[in-house]
């Protein structure tokens, strides 16, 4: 047909479509596709021919246009830019011969200017120097009309305008401690020294005729004090009077410093930086400095070195005879002059320095005194104690544990504190009550059993801490830190050397003493461990590790999150030699009950009658010795072993006789259906019943045991029904499609611990089965 026709011809063109030329441009292959997307193979669409045809023509005419247009414009944009090149170029030709010229001309300026800048440079060194010369003379200018103003207001007995002033005047000193003129220094120097020893010396002498009338200082009992007034009708004029100078004194403050040296120890002595104390309460420190100096140096008889409590003691008293007066009269004078300065802790920081002068002077000459040197240091801690805790003294200020931290001081201590402790160690081995609780009859208190030798000696490591613990640095606790793990190792030591004296008699009372001591030791190390004063040492036992690479990444990263302790070996250790004698006491009582057991084990399982034949069930006499056995020792070390000791020997043991009754006897006999009862009686009613006073549900103690008396004790159908079960899961193995029907099976009876093959065993183990013609 017709329409056949056109379609092969549509599909003729469609074969013969225009390639496209990919190196030239391809005007019919776009003339191709251009006809191919407007016209497609819709022939009444060739109408559109004529008006397509249009569109090509004006869109041509347009495109014409514009290359005309663009082929006369780039000729005139180029002669353009040509010529604006051309004007650069002389533009710039100009301005070099201008720069030339230009250049010439400055030459020639400064060779000619040349002189006048040599005379000029001189004129300006000489107004230079001359303003220095001026500068010079304003600052001696401005001194003396400082002294001037000084005795002006002296003259007129103006003490407070004359004491400012001198403060304004040390104020210009220390500005001009940087400047290179050593003479104005020394004259600003020289003038502040001159007023200040004039205005010192009549401040101090009016002050201390006030102190006179408060009859300070106070060397009695607060009670007994009189705040020290003649007449009490003219206190007000007194206390006026010491606010006034108390004040006044507080101006020379500055230029006291700049002119006063303090009294430093040696640099050995590693004491904290401190400002030095306030004027007014040094001179009120004056008459109580004269009667310690008076009464602990020299020949005197209250200077003795087997006496550091007579000068201890006295500044502590000082210090609390005056604290009232301090707080009540001086510190609201020092807050109305805007200081922030303590007026307790200020007098307690002067008197403490001299008890560090004194330990200074006195340490080396008991140094190798072990009596002398010890005692000091424990008068020494008593003092520090007292001052803390009552007096609110600050531990940024300098104390005696600076002076104890001196390295050959700080050795001697350590030597004579392991010394002491180990003379310690001997005489708690060696007392008669040393494996005797002393709360042995109080038993809320003796809940641990903690015989007197260790219970003493984790008192002494708590002494030791207590101690230390002030120490001003890091490195010198974990020093002491050191010496105390160095105590537990040695105290371990010793617990085993006595544990071996006592291994015959395992379940002996010292042997339990003994084993109660390594438990507790090790209980009060894991608590201590949690302290903050202890997490603080780990911390910088980390650091200290971190700086010396002196243990593993691990150990550092278990150090840095906390997982492990500063007392973790000492832990390990005890907890190892606990385990050992514990397992020793184990293995000591299960011997004892498988002698008892060796009737037990004879018993005829096979032939004994069967519950029906039997009135009343009732233990089995071979049983006796054995139940017997366990429950007299489980009587004798639950008095005498603490109770986490106890609920661990007693669980190990009972785990041991559980595989013991299990493998030797039951797996080792066969049982008719009277022996299986006998045997589940004499576990569920005598064995279990022993442990029940430790826990609610002792059976779940001796799995192995209960499992077996259940699959003993089934009835044949059940039994019958177990066994097939099993036995098709066992053909059944390679594919394991039945599987889960057995695990189900042995959950559903309660059998939990039993793998099937030992389930199987014991099903084999029933003597009476029925004959079922397989």
């Not at 408060?214 to 009992?221: N, Y």
Request: net charge negative; charged share 25%.
């Amino acid at each position: 047909s017709i329409a056949e026709k056109e379609n092969m011809a549509s599909i003729a063109v469609r074969e013969k479509e225009v390639t496209r030329d990919l190196d030239h441009c391809d005007i019919p292959y776009y003339v191709s596709e251009f006809l191919e997307r407007e016209l497609g193979n819709d022939y009444d669409s060739l109408g559109k021919l004529d008006s397509l045809i249009e569109k090509l023509s004006e869109n041509k005419k347009q495109l014409e246009e514009q290359v005309l247009t663009v082929s006369s414009e780039v000729p005139k944009r180029i002669q353009n830019a040509l010529k604006k090149a051309e004007d650069s170029k002389k533009s710039l030709s100009q301005l070099l011969e201008e720069e030339t010229v230009l250049s010439e001309s400055i030459n020639s300026h400064l060779l000619k200017a040349q002189p006048w800048m040599e005379d000029l440079d001189v004129v300006i060194g000489q107004v230079e120097e001359l303003e220095r010369h001026l500068a010079y003379l304003k600052w001696i200018c401005r001194i003396e009309e400082l002294s001037d103003s000084i005795q002006q207001y002296l003259m007129t007995n103006n003490v407070p305008e004359a004491a400012s002033t001198l403060a304004c005047m040390a104020e210009l000193d220390i500005k001009l401690q940087e400047s290179s003129c050593s003479h104005l220094l020394a004259f600003v120097r020289s003038t502040v020294k001159f007023w200040h020893k004039i205005l010192k010396d009549k401040l101090t002498s009016d002050f201390e005729e006030v102190l006179v009338q408060l009859r300070w200082p106070f060397v009695g009992p607060p009670q007994s004090q009189a705040f020290g007034l003649a007449a009490p009708a003219n206190a007000p004029d007194v206390y006026n009077n010491l606010e006034m100078l108390f004040c006044q004194l507080l101006k020379l403050q500055t230029s006291d410093e700049l002119l006063t040296k303090p009294k430093q120890l040696p640099e050995k002595y590693p004491l904290p930086p401190s400002p030095p104390v306030v004027l007014p309460i040094q001179i009120m420190l004056n008459p109580l400095q004269k009667r310690f100096k008076y009464h602990f140096t020299g020949n005197k008889q209250t200077n003795v070195l087997n006496k550091p409590e007579w000068y201890l003691t006295q500044v502590l008293m000082w210090i609390g005879n005056h604290s009232k007066f301090l707080d009540d009269k001086i510190q609201p004078i020092l807050e109305k002059a805007g200081s922030s300065v303590n007026a307790g802790l200020e007098f307690s920081r002067a008197l403490v320095m001299l008890i560090l002068e004194k330990l200074a002077a006195d340490i080396p000459c008991l140094l190798y005194d072990d009596t002398l040197f010890c005692h000091l240091v424990d008068e020494v801690l008593l003092f520090e104690r007292e001052l803390y805790s009552i007096h609110g003294y600050l531990s940024s200020f300098p104390s005696c544990m600076h002076i104890l931290s001196e390295e050959s001081c700080f050795q001697r201590w350590l030597t004579v504190e392991k010394k002491f402790a180990l003379q310690k160690m001997d005489s708690m081995l060696s007392s008669e009550a040393a494996w005797i609780s002393q709360y042995e009859d109080i038993t809320d208190v003796d809940e641990m059993k903690v015989p007197d030798c260790a219970e003493t000696f984790m008192t002494l490591l708590l002494v030791i801490t207590d101690r230390y613990k002030n120490l001003p640095t890091a490195s010198r606790k974990l020093q002491f830190l050191g010496l105390q793990k160095e105590l537990v190792d040695d105290f371990r030591i010793r617990l085993t050397q006595v544990m071996k004296e006592e291994t015959r008699a395992s379940l002996g009372f010292r042997y339990c003493a003994i084993l109660n001591a390594v438990n507790y030791i090790a209980t009060v190390l894991a608590d201590w461990a949690d302290n903050v004063f202890f997490l603080q040492l780990q911390q910088a036992e980390l650091e200290v590790h971190a700086e010396s690479d002196t243990v593993s990444q691990l150990q550092l990263g278990q150090l840095a999150s906390m997982e492990s302790s500063v007392f973790d070996d000492m832990i390990n250790l005890l907890e190892r030699l606990k385990h050992d004698m514990l397992t020793r006491q184990v293995d000591h009582v299960f011997r004892e009950v498988k002698d008892a057991a060796k009737l037990y084990k004879k018993e005829r399982w096979l032939s004994l009658p069967s519950q029906a034949e039997q009135a009343v069930m009732s233990l089995s006499s071979t049983a006796c010795p054995m139940l017997q056995t366990l429950r007299d020792r489980l009587l004798q070390l639950e008095q005498q072993l603490c109770h986490s000791l106890f609920k661990t020997f007693w669980q190990m043991l009972a785990e041991k006789v559980d595989l013991y009754i299990y493998q030797e006897i039951i797996m080792a006999n066969h049982f008719n259906e009277g022996g299986a009862a006998q045997l589940q009686f004499d576990m569920s009613r005598n064995l279990f019943p022993l442990f029940s006073h430790y826990c609610k549900r002792p059976e779940n103690y001796f799995k192995h045991i209960k499992e077996a008396c259940i699959i003993l004790n089934l009835n044949i159908g059940s039994a019958l029904l177990l066994k097939d079960v099993l036995q098709s899961a066992s053909e059944n193995e390679p594919s394991k499609p039945s599987q889960p029907s057995a695990t189900a099976a042995l959950n559903e009876l309660g059998l939990y611990k039993l793998a099937q093959r030992d389930v199987e065993i014991l099903l084999n183990l029933r003597a009476s089965w029925p004959n079922t013609g397989k």
